[in-house]
């Protein structure tokens, strides 16, 4: 390895580790309450190395936003990549939107966080991310299309405004604020009971007449949900 090789690879490396070290305080953290000199000491370089890699605190926080979204992405293509119906990708991108949120909640925060008005539009990692972000729905959209295609899916829905209107729903009830979870418990149903209603009633909404389908059906292709709501009687008044 040549000179200049061997400067790249640490460079790169270093980079890595910046992100790292970022990763673990915003994960722990507010945005508001990691600053870059906590950066810098987390990584034990000083401020202004930090800024030879990362204009400023919002670059990097971006930057790992990205990372969430990459493994997002790759969800979505396995399971695109299936040999199922399109109607059976639809849900099972779902699904993956929600196991996502399980397996990786700081991620999942972050990517909402970073929607907000908070951050600037001209940080060039903005467009990359909404690109990225884009390319699931993209992936949405397709297997909605196949769908339609295999008859599994309504012919009279659009593929875009069917993909939009579910991530922004899939976004709605995996950020959705603890308030709004308090309202759901204090009625007798759990958070999960919560998520899995709403398979059981868009599965049917989005079906074809030819191949009207329930959540049941799809549990032989890997789809599981729940059990159905069943809330606990309220006390009579």
Known sequence: MGIADRRQREKEQRRTEIIDAAEHLFFSRNYEDVSMEDIAREVELNKATI???FKNK???YATIVLRGIEILKEK?????????PGIVK???MGQAYYYFSQEYPDYL???????TERFSGENP???EIGKGYGTCRLILRDAIREGIDDGTIRADLDPFLTS???MIS???ILSMEDKWKMVIEAEGFSYEQYTSEFFRFIIPAISSESHKMDVKDLAAFGFFLTEPAEPEKKRKK
């Open 51 to 53: 800024y030879l890699y």
């Open 58 to 60: 919002e670059a990097l």
């Open 76 to 84: 979505y293509m396995e399971c695109m990549e299936k040999e199922v």
């Open 90 to 92: 639809v849900a099972l």
């Open 109 to 115: 925060r972050m990517i909402h966080f970073y929607g």
């Open 125 to 127: 990692c903005t467009a």
């Open 164 to 166: 939009m209107y579910l």
């Open 170 to 172: 899939f976004m709605g």
